[in-house]
């Protein structure tokens, strides 16, 4: 999402830079096309999602990447999940006792799920408020103590923003603020309703129902398997198919054999030009999850591809649907709603539908095309210099020392001896 932001903000005259945690097996050649990597990339799970957490330590690292790109504006995504937000914050030069150089903005994407993943998140708060550090000066003499994670992470930053509604009030429970709502963006071109289908998916007279998901538990793929084969047994002609893959993916595959449910197929992972002429010839894209989502791209896609979506109604797809289409969004948790959704748009007159395609259509892409996001997000970024009161001026406020006694994070994950490298 942030790579096809790009071209778009550069349209509109911001010079973008990238920062990136290397890979932690990093050979001394970089693997992708950030500007600069700054720590090491740790592969973790949440919910079961998988994510990348950059652990970066060396506070000089960070210092050197400011003091190159002398960036206006310092945009950090997730910065709630640990260390390079908070190492960069630490190494933006200060005006003076209560002002730092350069405005950061933070953006949020993730939602979770209330539950277990909710205790442990507040757990994890509490200790990282809690968690400080000696300070040395450039003499290695105690100073004192560092404001603590949360509390560096709360003063640093300038401005918050979160791509929807659900994801803001979930993290205002932990981060009281003023969230500014951006949604995320979308390639309008890459999503249309006109260009190649999958010929052979209509031979058999049956209709589609597809599904584009990774194969996680929060995702609700056995809740539609059990759907579809009610449909199935209500004398609907229909077929079901699974793109994605995860780690329920033959605990599915077994369901649908112990269940005997029919006309299903599991299609793996697909290409970007196979994904999209699956939306195409689709009849029905579903998004049946029962949690986590901070915005469910899937529904966009089918949306702006021209098919109608049926969802259910949780945090993280309420604004992805649209106005349109919230008629369409079963319970979660709910085979039985999840089934009457998908019979609901089977029912449609054909007239009828054609002109509820067009109109959510046409209102996913005015709401999440690049062209209307990327114009939101440079708005933003003028309200957060405009509030900062100055464009930061990077002449004397470079080359300063920084150091501090090594700690032993510092041997494990320090970038010092691979430094950064510029994007060609």
Not at 89 to 106: C, G, Q
Request: hydrophobic letters at 35%.
């Amino acid at each position: 999402m942030i790579e096809e932001s790009i071209p778009h903000l550069e349209r509109l005259g911001c010079d973008v830079k990238t920062v990136r945690p290397a890979p932690l097996r990093y050979p001394f050649e970089k693997k992708d096309d950030s500007d600069y990597h700054l720590g090491r990339g740790v592969p973790a799970i949440v919910d079961s999602t998988d994510f990348e957490v950059g652990f970066a330590f060396s506070k000089r690292s960070a210092r050197d990447i400011l003091e190159d790109a002398r960036p206006h504006i310092v945009e950090c995504h997730e910065p709630a999940i640990p260390f390079a937000a908070h190492t960069l914050i630490s190494a933006n030069p200060k005006i003076d006792e209560n002002r730092r150089l350069v405005p950061f903005a933070a953006v949020q994407h993730a939602g979770m799920p209330d539950g277990g993943v909710e205790r442990i998140t507040e757990f994890v708060r509490e200790i990282l408020t809690r968690a400080k550090r000696v300070k040395f000066n450039k003499f290695f003499l105690p100073v004192g103590f560092t404001p603590g994670w949360v509390q560096t992470l709360r003063d640093g930053f300038s401005s918050w923003s979160a791509v929807t509604e659900d994801t803001r009030d979930f993290w205002y429970k932990y981060n009281p603020q003023d969230y500014s709502i951006i949604p995320n963006g979308f390639e309008v071109r890459d999503f249309t309703p006109d260009g190649e289908i999958f010929e052979e998916w209509k031979t058999d007279g049956k209709r589609t129902v597809l599904v584009v998901a990774r194969h996680d538990k929060r995702k609700g793929l056995d809740d539609l398997l059990l759907a579809h084969k009610e449909n199935v047994k209500a004398d609907y002609n229909v077929k079901l198919k699974l793109t994605g893959r995860g780690d329920m993916t033959e605990a599915l595959e077994e369901l649908v054999r112990r269940e005997d449910i029919p006309d299903v197929e599991f299609l793996g992972s697909l290409s970007k030009p196979d994904l999209t002429k699956a939306y195409r010839t689709a009849d029905v894209v579903v998004a049946p999850s029962v949690g986590g989502e901070g915005f469910n791209r899937t529904i966009v896609e089918g949306r702006m591809s021209g098919v109608l979506v049926v969802c259910t109604n949780i945090a993280g797809q309420k604004r992805a649907i649209g106005d349109e289409l919230k008629g369409l969004m079963a319970e979660p948790k709910n085979p039985g709603s999840l089934a009457e959704k998908i019979r609901n748009v089977l029912d449609l007159p054909e007239e009828y539908a054609k002109e509820l395609r067009e109109q959510s259509r046409r209102s996913a892409t005015q709401d999440f095309g690049w062209e209307t996001v990327s114009l939101k997000r440079v708005a933003h970024y003028d309200q957060i210099l405009s509030r900062h009161g100055q464009v930061p001026e990077w002449e004397g406020a470079t080359k300063t020392f920084l150091s501090r006694i090594p700690i032993a994070g510092d041997i494990f994950v320090s970038d010092r001896p691979k430094k950064y490298q510029r994007r060609s």
